[in-house]
């Protein structure tokens, strides 16, 4: 079993950056692959983004690349996604969440494990 606690999420005004942070327990943080999703207000939940375990690879969205970058710490269990030049539509509740695949992938039902989420809101 692995635990997700996302943190960092909060209210930016457009053109403005955050970190999100996603910190994992329980089980080995190197094992598993890690993706980022977010659902906005009275829409589906999305992928937008996932590392391999190692960190040297990445996936994004096509609505997030270029804006987006996704990393992790092994040592510190933690991944991060850094979002820059934020728009209203980035809107959305932001959760991680965690594969034993050892490949990435943008699926939501390829993930084992999630977060609860953390709420990003970027005003116009």
């Known amino acids: 079993q692995v635990q997700l606690v996302e943190s960092g999420g909060g209210l930016v005004q457009a053109g403005g950056s955050l970190r999100l942070s996603c910190a994992a327990s329980g089980r080995t943080f190197s094992n598993y692959a890690m993706g980022w999703f977010r659902r906005a207000p009275g829409k589906e939940r999305e992928f937008v983004a996932a590392?391999?375990?190692?960190?040297?690879?990445?996936m994004y969205a096509d609505s997030v690349k270029g804006r987006f970058t996704i990393s992790r710490n092994n040592t510190k269990n933690t991944v991060y996604l850094q979002m820059s030049s934020l728009k209203p539509e980035d809107t959305a509740v932001y959760y991680c969440?965690?594969?034993?695949?050892?490949?990435?992938?943008?699926?939501?039902?390829?993930?084992?494990?999630w977060g609860q989420g953390t709420q990003v809101t970027v005003s116009s």
């Open positions: 590392v391999t375990r190692s960190g040297g690879s990445t």
């Open positions: 969440a965690a594969t034993e695949r050892v490949s990435i992938s943008s699926l939501q039902r390829q993930y084992d494990y």
